[in-house]
């Protein structure tokens, strides 16, 4: 059982910002699937949503009450069952939408790379507190780039491209907390531009499209161009103010495509507006840096390194949803944190709320 003391440490602020994330969007949910036929008008994502939101405070409640070095002696096993779901994804996993990334369990489904993001975070910040101070040469980071990248090849076979990137993003933000030598890191850097154009042949050809589309949305208006164009007049007509709740002609008319998840915040930029968007930027302005904040407070290197790992991804998450919202990147299918309807999505950022908690109430040792 957890220590009731330690909930005197319970950093608050960071909670009450993601509570009020989740708010805006279970708002937001509401006006972007009301008038959906497909719903009935029934407001059923809204009650799933608030049913994810209920549980991951279950889950968090559970994270928090095992203290996070527990999680660095279990790396192993954590890594181990993260291939393991991985692989039973590209096994027996039946495609969806031209991608195979949900496991069936009964009348539910889940998608284990949303919770591979976790599991990389927290044995990849133990590898690099064991290394730390060490990988200064090639082999090293060869070593510490398997590592990573079975799981991030693994999620990229599915196809989930986005995801993928995800954890390489976290791949680069923790190691260069972690201590890597930075001309190592450049080097890595430098090799990736410099295979660009060997990956791109890699890519499958909705992807290909998808970045070409990028740089050009009208290519394809009526295609691969047309959830970016919609988005954008979505966006730009919301103004200053919007057109209130429930008004916005895009949204309600179903001229724009994934209202209630990967596009929710162009259905914000239409009816709240640039008060709106300005608004819910500021909240997750805050979080990451209440998030940085507590990472400086942790009492030892994998606590600081888990945190980094949550807020690297909770912002390339943010900065790619809203970015291809507004066409300046490309569509990649990644929700927004706490806005975006989805129980995976959902659930694995409230472990990761729990892990930052975890930490920040553990930052000190208690006193008899």
Do not use: C
């Not at 993601?18 to 708010?23: N, R, S, Y």
């Not at 600081?304 to 490309?330: A, K, Q, R």
């Amino acid at each position: 059982m957890i220590d009731k003391r330690l909930f005197k440490r319970l950093d608050y602020p960071f909670l009450i910002l993601v509570i009020l994330i989740t708010a805006l969007g279970i708002v937001i949910i509401s006006s972007a699937t009301h008038a959906n036929p497909f719903t009935g008008g029934d407001y059923h994502f809204v009650k799933m949503q608030l049913i994810w939101f209920l549980l991951g405070l279950g889950v968090m409640i559970v994270v928090i009450s095992i203290d996070y070095r527990t999680f660095g002696r279990l790396s192993n096993i954590i890594y181990g069952v993260n291939i393991i779901l991985l692989l039973l994804v590209l096994l027996i996993a039946k495609p969806t939408m031209g991608a195979a990334r949900w496991i069936s369990v009964g009348p539910f489904r889940f998608q284990p790379s949303e919770f591979a993001k976790i599991a990389v975070i927290l044995t990849l910040a133990r590898y690099l507190e064991k290394k730390e101070g060490k990988i200064n040469n090639v082999k090293e980071l060869l070593l510490l780039l398997i590592y990573v990248g079975i799981p991030t090849a693994m999620i990229m076979k599915q196809p989930d491209l986005g995801t993928s990137l995800v954890l390489i993003a976290i791949f680069f933000g923790m190691i260069f907390i972690g201590g890597v030598n930075f001309k190592l890191i450049l080097g890595l850097i430098s090799s990736g531009i410099f295979l660009a154009p060997i990956m791109w042949s890699f890519l499958k050809t909705y992807q290909k499209k998808r970045i070409l589309v990028f740089l050009n949305p009208n290519m394809d208006p009526l295609g691969a161009g047309y959830h970016v164009i919609q988005s954008k007049i979505a966006v730009g007509s919301g103004g200053f103010l919007g057109k209130g709740l429930y008004q916005g002609t895009q949204n309600q008319l179903n001229f724009l495509p994934e209202q209630h998840t990967d596009f929710i915040f162009s259905v914000l930029g239409e009816e709240l507006g640039f008060v709106g968007g300005a608004f819910l930027l500021i909240l997750y302005m805050l979080l990451i840096l209440r998030g940085l904040h507590l990472a400086t407070k942790s009492r030892d290197m994998y606590g600081m390194l888990i945190i980094i790992g949550v807020i690297v991804m909770f912002t390339f998450h943010i900065f790619i949803n809203i970015g291809m919202t507004i066409g300046i990147m490309p569509v990649t299918g990644l929700p927004l944190p706490f806005m975006s309807y989805g129980g995976s999505s959902f659930l694995s950022n409230m472990i990761a709320v729990g892990l930052v908690l975890n930490v920040g109430m553990r930052r000190y040792k208690i006193l008899f």
